[in-house]
Structure formats: C-alpha cells, structure tokens
C-alpha cells in the first residue's frame, strides 16, 4: 500500500517557477515507478511525466519536455515536479501517481495503482 500526498501547488504569474512535491507513505516507495498528471476544467487528465524506481529512467508527454522536470529522493520518499516557464494553460489540479512497474506509464497512463489527491495550480496572466 502506497499513500501519496502533493504539495506546493498555488498561484503564480505567467512565466513563473513551482516545485511540486509528493510525499509517499510505505516502506516500498523507491520500488515503484513515479508520475506526474495534471486535469484542468473541463479536461481530461493528461501525462506530463513519469520516473523509474531509481530515478535512471525518465519520460516526458511531448508537450512537457523543456519547462517540466521530474526527479525522485528516495531516501526522503518524496517525487517532485520543477515547472518553469509556466503558462495560464497550465493551470489544473496536479496529480502523483505511482505504479509497480515503469512499462504500466505507457501501457495504461491512467489506470495507475496509486494516486494522490491532487494539488491546484493556477497560473495568472
């Protein structure tokens, strides 16, 4: 059993930074594979990013790569996500999400085996 906490999510002007964080309950976190997703009003979730058990292995939704990075502590049980250069479109709820297996990221994004409850960004213009 993994239970994922976000935070670091708030208001920021176009062009702003955040570092989002999640913090993973359970002795097996650095055996699970990690990612980010993100839902705005309206939308679908979408994959932004997802990270190895060791951290070796990372891989970014296309629209991602440049402005978003993600890295994992797994001595601190924490994953997080650097967003630069952020936009008004980027504003949503921002999820964590962790699967036992890194392949399941691309097998079935969103049917991960864990999820956290989310953090709000909102980005201003």
């Known amino acids: 059993q993994v239970q994922l906490v976000e935070s670091g999510g708030g208001l920021v002007q176009a062009g702003g930074s955040l570092r989002l964080s999640c913090a993973a309950s359970?002795?097996?976190?650095?055996?699970?594979?990690m990612g980010w997703f993100r839902q705005a009003p309206g939308k679908e979730r979408e994959f932004i990013a997802c990270i190895s058990w060791s951290g070796g292995d990372t891989y970014y939704a296309d629209s991602m790569k440049g402005r978003f990075t993600i890295s994992r502590d797994n001595a601190e049980n924490t994953v997080s996500l650097q967003m630069n250069s952020l936009k008004p479109e980027d504003t949503a709820v921002y999820y964590c999400?962790?699967?036992?297996?890194?392949?399941?990221?691309?097998?079935?994004?969103?049917?991960?085996?864990?999820w956290g409850q989310g953090t709000q960004v909102t980005v201003s213009s």
């Open positions: 359970g002795r097996t976190f650095s055996s699970y594979a």
């Open positions: 999400a962790a699967n036992r297996y890194y392949s399941d990221f691309g097998r079935r994004p969103y049917k991960c085996d864990y």
